[in-house]
C-alpha cells in the first residue's frame, strides 16, 4: 500500500460524501443512520480490498509458504506409511523381546534392517521439520510485514471522509472547562488527561469523540476480622441426671474496619456536539429525577424520561422546539430500533452529549505502537483481517450510532455552527479551516511509558502530563511538563474494637495510602510548518523490541534490492530498532534519499537513554524524560532532526 497514495487521501479537503442533509432532515433514522451503516460496511470491506492487493507480495509468499509446509506434511506422512515405519517400530518391539527367549535371535537380520530404516526415517523427518520451522519463521516474519502497513487511526479517518466528514486535529482547549462547570459540576483540574480522541465536523457542527481521565475521591472500606477466646461456665447433665457445671472456651468474632479517602482516575468517553441552540436549556434524558417533562407523545416521554438539569425550569416551549413532534416519532422508533439500549442524550450549555461506555476499543484503536501485538501470526491472513475489520465495525457502528442520537432532533441536524454564538439554519459551502498545532492532541499520543516513565516512584494509578509552561521560538516548542501519578504504600491500622465477651481488642486492618507524586520532564516539538510528508516513527531507547522490526521483517526480500543492500541502512534500522508503521515499502524507500537513514543514525546517536524520538504529521517529538537537559546536546539534536523535514519535501 504506497504511502503517497494514503497521505494525498488524508490530505484532501473534499470527500465523497452522498449524504442529503435536507434527507436526514427528514428522516434522519433511514437517511443518516442506516445509509452510513451500510456504506461504512461497504468501505471496510472496500479498504481491506485493496489493501490485500496492494500487499499482495506478501499475502502471495506467504501463501506459497503454507503450500510448501502442508505439502512437507504430507510427503512426511507419506513416506512413513510407504516405509511401513509404524509397522517396523511394532516389529522390532517384539523381536526385541523375543530375544529374551533366544528364538529371537532368528530375527535378527530383520530387526537390523528395521532399525536402519527407523534410523534413516527419523534423519529425514527431523531434516524435513527444520525445513517447515525455518519456513514458518519466514512465513510468520512475511506475515508481520504485511500487517505492518496497516494503521486503525489512518483506516478510521479516510473511511470518515468517505462518509462525509471532515477530519480534524485541532481540540478546543475551551471543551474541558465547559464539559467540566457545566456538566460534571467539578474542577476542570480534576480531568486530569485526554487519554485519546477524534475530531470530526459534520456539515459544520464541531464532533469530538473524547475520552479522558477524570480524578474522583472514593472512600474505600478495608477489613479483618479475627476471633478472640474467652472463658465461659455452661451447665451440663451428668450421668446421674443431676446438673453440673463447667468451664469452657468459647470464641467471640470481631471485625474492625479502616476508611481510606483513595483517589481513582476513572475513564470517561462522551461523544460531544457544538451547538448555539439556546445555551441556558439544559436538560437530560433517562436522568434520576422523578419529575419528568410530559410530552404530547406519551411512550416518548415514558421512554426517554427528559428532565431539565436547571434547578429552574425552564418554559416548555424551548424543549418543545427541541423535541418536536416528528423527532417525538423519530426517537420512539429508534428505541424501539435497539430494544431499549439506546445512548443517553444531555443538552448542557453549548454541547449536546452522548456518553458511551466503550472507550475502551476506541483508545485501543487509537494506541498506534501496540496494535500489532494483537495480530495472531499463527493465524491466516484472512481470520487476522477479519480481527482487524470486526474492531473498525465495532467502533465505527458505535460511533455511528451515537451521531445519530445526538442528531435525530431538527434544531441539530438543520443547524449551520458557527463561533459567534448565532444558532443558524442552514447548508452552506465549507469555509476552509485554518490548521493549528494542538498540545492536548500531542499529549494524547505521547502520554506513554516509551517517551516519559517515573524514575524515582512506582506509580499505583495511570500517569498523565501536565504543562507547566510553553515557550516557543522559530516553530519549536519547549515545554515543561509533569508526569503525574498517585504511588500507594501497604500500611496497618490498629483499630480498636470492643466486644461483648472479650472486651476492647485491637485489630491489624491493612490498608493502601495513596500519594500524589510527580516528576519533570521536557518536551521539545519541531512543527511541521512546510506540510512535509512525515512518515510515522518512533526511536526510543525504552523500546527493547520494536513489533516492527524492519529488518527482521525484510531480511528475505532484502536482496532484491541493492539500495537496501547498504551496510548503513542495516546497521541503522537494526541499532535504532527503528519502528515504522505507516506503509513503507520498498517503492517508497527507493526514492527516499539515503540521507534519511544517516539523519535516524545520527539522532539516534545524540539521543541518551532518556531521550526518544516521536515523528508524525504533525511534527517530530523530541522527549526527555528528565527535568533537566544539555542545551548544547539539545540543539544538536533538533538541527539534525529538522534535516528531515528537507527529505520529505
Not at 205 to 230: A, Q
Not at 330 to 346: A, L
Not at 393 to 416: A, C, D, H, M, Q
Amino acid at each position: 500500500m504506497k504511502q503517497e497514495t494514503l497521505k494525498n487521501n488524508q490530505d484532501e479537503n473534499v470527500n465523497d460524501s452522498t449524504l442529503d442533509f435536507n434527507e436526514i432532515t427528514k428522516e434522519p433514522i433511514a437517511n443518516f443512520y442506516e445509509k452510513l451503516i451500510f456504506e461504512t460496511d461497504e468501505y471496510i470491506n472496500n479498504f481491506f480490498d485493496n489493501y490485500l492487493k496492494e500487499t499482495s507480495e506478501f499475502s502471495n509468499k506467504v501463501n506459497n509458504f503454507e503450500s510448501i509446509i502442508e505439502a512437507k506434511k504430507n510427503a512426511l506422512y507419506e513416506t512413513k506409511l510407504e516405509k511401513k515405519i509404524k509397522n517396523k517400530k511394532i516389529t522390532n518391539f517384539f523381536i526385541g523381546i523375543s530375544f529374551v527367549l533366544i528364538f529371537g535371535f532368528f530375527f535378527i537380520k530383520t530387526f537390523k534392517n528395521n532399525r536402519k530404516d527407523i534410523k534413516e526415517f527419523k534423519n529425514y523427518e527431523k531434516q524435513q521439520y527444520d525445513e517447515m520451522f525455518n519456513l514458518n519463521n519466514q512465513k510468520e516474519n512475511l506475515i508481520k510485514t504485511l500487517f505492518s502497513f496497516f494503521d486503525y487511526d489512518l483506516a478510521i479517518n479516510l473511511i470518515l471522509k468517505k462518509l462525509g466528514f471532515q477530519i480534524k486535529d485541532t481540540f478546543e482547549d475551551s471543551l474541558i472547562k465547559e464539559l467540566s462547570n457545566k456538566f460534571l459540576n467539578s474542577n476542570d483540574k480534576d480531568i486530569v488527561s485526554i487519554k485519546s480522541y477524534l475530531s470530526l465536523v459534520y456539515k459544520n457542527t464541531p464532533i469530538y469523540d473524547l475520552s479522558f481521565y477524570k480524578r474522583n475521591f472514593r472512600n474505600v472500606v478495608t477489613s479483618k476480622t479475627e476471633s478472640f477466646p474467652y472463658s465461659a461456665t455452661e451447665t451440663y447433665t451428668k450421668s446421674d441426671g443431676s446438673v453440673g457445671f463447667r468451664v469452657v472456651t468459647k470464641y467471640e468474632q470481631l471485625t474492625a474496619y479502616h476508611n481510606e479517602n483513595t483517589p481513582f482516575l476513572d475513564e470517561n468517553n462522551f461523544l460531544i456536539l457544538k451547538t448555539n441552540f439556546i445555551n441556558d436549556l439544559n436538560f437530560s434524558t433517562f436522568g434520576e429525577n422523578k419529575k419528568y417533562i410530559e410530552f404530547e407523545n406519551k411512550d416518548f416521554s415514558k421512554k426517554y424520561k427528559v428532565s431539565f438539569l436547571d434547578k429552574e425550569n425552564k418554559t416548555n416551549s424551548e424543549i418543545l422546539q427541541y423535541f418536536t413532534i416528528k423527532a417525538q416519532e423519530d426517537y420512539v422508533n429508534w428505541h424501539s430500533k435497539f430494544k431499549g439500549d439506546v445512548p443517553r442524550i444531555i443538552k448542557s450549555g453549548n454541547m449536546v452529549i452522548v456518553p458511551s461506555d466503550h472507550s475502551d476499543i476506541f483508545s485501543g484503536l487509537k494506541n498506534k505502537i501496540n496494535y500489532l501485538y494483537q495480530i495472531n501470526i499463527e493465524d491466516q491472513i484472512d481470520t487476522n483481517i477479519n480481527k482487524l475489520k470486526d474492531n473498525i465495525r465495532y467502533y465505527l457502528f458505535n460511533l455511528i450510532k451515537r451521531l445519530t442520537t445526538g442528531i435525530i432532533s431538527p434544531v441539530i441536524n438543520r443547524e449551520w455552527y458557527n463561533n459567534k454564538n448565532q444558532y443558524i439554519i442552514g447548508n452552506f459551502k465549507l469555509e476552509k479551516e485554518i490548521k493549528q498545532n494542538n498540545l492536548n492532541y500531542l499529549l494524547s499520543l505521547l502520554n506513554r511509558n516509551e517517551y516519559f516513565g517515573f524514575l524515582q516512584n512506582t506509580p499505583s494509578r495511570p500517569s498523565w502530563l501536565q504543562i507547566d509552561s510553553s515557550i516557543k521560538s522559530n516553530n519549536v516548542n519547549f515545554i515543561k511538563l509533569k508526569n503525574c501519578s498517585y504511588r500507594h504504600e501497604d500500611l496497618i491500622d490498629f483499630v480498636q474494637v470492643s466486644g461483648i465477651h472479650v472486651g476492647i481488642k485491637t485489630i491489624a486492618v491493612p490498608f493502601k495510602r495513596f500519594y500524589y507524586i510527580e516528576e519533570n520532564k521536557n518536551l521539545i516539538h519541531i512543527e511541521n510548518t512546510n506540510n512535509s510528508k512525515l512518515i510515522d516513527f518512533v526511536i526510543s531507547h525504552k523500546m527493547n523490541s520494536s513489533p516492527y522490526s524492519f529488518m527482521e521483517n525484510y531480511q528475505n526480500e532484502i536482496k532484491k534490492y541493492d539500495y537496501l543492500k547498504d551496510s548503513l541502512i542495516q546497521n541503522s534500522c537494526q541499532m535504532t530498532k527503528l519502528w515504522v508503521n505507516k506503509n513503507i515499502n520498498f517503492n517508497n524507500l527507493e526514492q527516499l534519499d539515503l540521507n534519511y537513514f544517516k539523519i535516524v543514525e545520527k539522532i539516534y546517536e545524540l539521543c541518551e537513554n532518556n531521550y526518544s524520538i516521536h515523528c508524525n504529521k504533525m511534527g517530530i517529538s523530541i522527549c526527555v524524560d528528565n527535568a533537566e537537559y544539555n542545551p548544547t546536546l539539545l540543539n544538536d539534536i533538533i538541527k539534525v532532526c529538522k534535516q528531515l523535514f528537507d527529505v520529505f519535501q
